[in-house]
Every structure is written in C-alpha cells, then in structure tokens.
C-alpha cells in the first residue's frame, strides 16, 4: 500500500520540476544521480524505463596518450603566436596534440514492465486515466516520482540515488492490495549478457576497446576486443576473466516484493499479487585506475554493495539519502519573485515564459544546475563530463568527455 513517508516530504515545493505526460525522448526524461551511479527516469505507464550510467565506464582502456612531439613544437608555437601569426600557431599546434578521447558510455537500461496478460475488461491496467498522470523530481529531495490511475488503481513509483548506500532504488506501491504484476528486465546497447536467479538479474557486459567520435566520420567507429568478456562461465561469474583492452561492467538487481511473488524465468523477473515492490539496483565497473591496465572484476564489486543493503527497510534507505543530500542542496537558497504559476507543469510555465517572464522559474532553473552538479560529481567519483553523468549514446556528442575550453568550467559553475 501508499506508505505516508513520502506524502510527507514536501512533493508540492516550488522547487519541482512536474509533467503531465511520460518522457517519449530521452532528453524529456528526469535525471537522477549520487556521482558514481546516474539514471533517466522516464515516467512509462506501460512500461517504465530507467536508463542507466556508471561514471568509470567509458571506451579503451587506461593507456598514457602524451604526445613525445609535442615538446619540439611548443617554442615554435609561441614564437608564431609572438609575432602575431595566429594562422600558423594554430596549424602548429594541432602537431601538438594527443589522440581523441575516447568516449563515456550507457551501461544499460532497466525495464519495468505491465504484462498485457494482466489486462481484462474488469481490470484494465492501460490505457489509463490521463488526467491522473504526473511526473515530477523534486530538487529538495531529489526523488522522481511517478503516479497515475488506472483499472481504478492508483499506482505510484519513486526513484532516488542514493550515494550512502551507493545504489539506485526504486520503489512501486499501490493503493489496492495484490495489484503490482510486473516483469522485471534488463538490457545494454553494448556487449552483454543477462541471468536471472531467485529475486535477483545480474546484467554484465563488455566495454568497447575503441569508439570514434561522432564527428569523425569512420567505417568502422565502434571497435570490441577479440576476448568477449561475456563469454564468462555460467556456474561461477567471481571468477571471470577481466579483459585488458576494454573495460568490463556489471549491474546487479534485487527485487523485494511484498504480498506478491517472483518467478526468476531466463533473463527477467516476473512479479505477481504485490502490494510493494523495492527494486535495490548496483553497478560497478573493472576500472582499477587511470594507471592501471589490470581491472577489477566487477561482478565481485557489486556482490558486497548489494548485501550491505539486504537488512536495510527502505525507510532507511530514503532517510539516509535525503540525510545526505539535502545539507548539500538547501545551503544556497535564490527568491526572484513569483508569479503563482507553480500549479502549471514545467513545460507550459516554459512555454509561456517568453511572453510573460516568470521570476521563480529563473530560481526553478539555477537550482537545477545545483541540482545537476551534485548529482554528478561527489568526493571520490570521477569529475562530471560534457553532459554530467547521464549519456544514453555509444557515440554521444563530442564523446561526451572532458572538454576543458569552457564545459567543465560550466558544469561547475552553479
């Protein structure tokens, strides 16, 4: 059933961006993220989509990409750009530079999903009441949240990252008892393989050993190392062999159910008569170091972050998060004004600025950016990238990597 934790919060703040209909772009999808562990939270009915990042996850492999040239032409460079002659400096200096970067990549997507088995006439799980949708993420609690009615049911889903107990959680609750039936899935746009055992999917897969940049036009831009890291023996994962010229990753998911039951069937989980469903969700990669070529394994690393969470109640696991996170956002406070127009959805109040400038969605969009930041970028986990940590593309724009002429400076900013 709908606990009161969370009605609790304050889901109504004027710091929530909120829509009236689910994502149907990735780029309309809310973002949530601890700095290590990202998702794009899509607000499905059908079928709810989580798409997931890791921030260590990126194409090749540690390697030492200095430039021996580039010594040799520095004096001519700032003797060209002395005399004024900025057209040769800048021909000079490109003998000067490394090779691409390589590029930041999508660990996966989760997939929550309606069986259409369970629709009937009596039950009609979708279509569902339009006028009852909302989605929303509120930056004071960085929860994203998700309800809707439908068969007469009113169902509910709240996602958060939590960087305590470093894990994305999810939890699906309902106001009738035994009304959740879900499948439970789990997919990757590079090379992978999916096991479902007891209440648990272990996803893991094999980083490309080289990806051209979008820009660059190439036939062959996507490039996997002849070892297939997914070729690991069935019986015992722990033991696989981490390949040396890409990175290899791991995501690992538990379901607790409530009232319901789950059927573990190849690569999905099927969940029956539930009253609550808590999805705990860990992701880990081989990378060992920016100086070390041997990985980790990163089945082994997620094994011990999921049984730190198994007598965790997600009371617990949501206290501590918004513990965490909310002495971080609420330092810095920004009142503009307001006209009244937090009833409208995030996207009308958009619509709408330009013919009448809306003070308080200026302060809504400058807490984003606070929001965005700390989502991507704690103590210990990698700098947040071109686009922070959420990135759905295996050739994202500019690679989506570090680009110090001015992004990274903008990413820190606010």
């Not at 909310?326 to 009308?348: A, C």
Request: glycine share 6%; charged share 20%.
């Amino acid at each position: 059933m709908v606990s009161s934790q969370v009605d609790q919060l304050e889901r109504h703040t004027p710091l929530t961006l909120w829509y009236t209909q689910p994502a149907t772009t990735w780029t309309e999808a809310l973002p949530v993220g601890n700095g290590r562990l990202g998702a794009m939270v899509f607000g499905g009915v059908a079928t709810e989509r989580l798409q997931l990042n890791e921030d260590t996850l990126w194409s090749g492999h540690p390697k030492d990409c200095d430039n021996p040239a580039a010594l040799q032409y520095l004096p001519l460079v700032r003797e060209a750009i002395f005399a004024g002659d900025y057209a040769r400096a800048d021909a000079l200096i490109k003998h000067m530079q490394g090779p691409f970067n390589q590029s930041y990549l999508p660990l996966g997507d989760l997939y929550i999903s309606t069986d259409s088995a369970d629709r009937t006439e009596e039950n009609p799980l979708h279509p569902f009441d339009p006028l009852s949708y909302r989605r929303s993420l509120d930056l004071e609690t960085a929860l994203a949240e998700t309800t809707y009615t439908a068969g007469g049911v009113t169902f509910m889903r709240q996602v958060f990252a939590s960087a305590p107990d470093n894990a994305i959680v999810v939890r699906l609750t309902c106001d009738q008892p035994g009304a959740l039936n879900l499948t439970i899935s789990m997919d990757s746009p590079l090379h992978h393989r999916v096991t479902a055992w007891g209440t648990s999917l272990l996803l893991r897969g094999q980083a490309p050993s080289h990806v051209d940049p979008s820009y660059l036009p190439s036939e062959n831009p996507i490039i996997y190392a002849s070892k297939d890291s997914t070729d690991e023996t069935e019986k015992n994962p722990l033991k696989s062999v981490q390949s040396v010229d890409s990175l290899t990753f791991a995501a690992l998911l538990d379901a607790r159910v409530t009232g319901g039951a789950t059927l573990a069937a190849d690569d999905r989980l099927r969940i029956t008569g539930a009253d609550e469903v808590v999805l705990l969700l860990c992701m880990a990669t081989s990378f060992a170091g920016f100086d070390r070529r041997e990985g980790l394994n990163p089945v082994a690393r997620v094994t011990p972050m999921m049984a730190t969470l198994h007598d965790k109640p997600y009371a617990a696991l949501l206290q501590a998060h918004l513990d965490d996170y909310q002495p971080l956002f609420r330092r810095v406070e920004l009142d503009l004004g307001s006209l009244g127009k937090e009833h409208l959805s995030t996207d009308q109040r958009i619509r709408e600025f330009q013919a009448d400038p809306d003070p308080a969605l200026v302060s809504l969009l400058f807490q984003y950016g606070r929001y965005l930041l700390i989502a991507s970028s704690r103590p210990g986990t990698q700098p947040a990238n071109l686009q922070g940590i959420w990135n759905d593309m295996v050739r994202p724009p500019w690679s989506s990597n570090w680009t110090t002429n001015i992004n990274t400076q903008m990413n820190y900013w606010p």
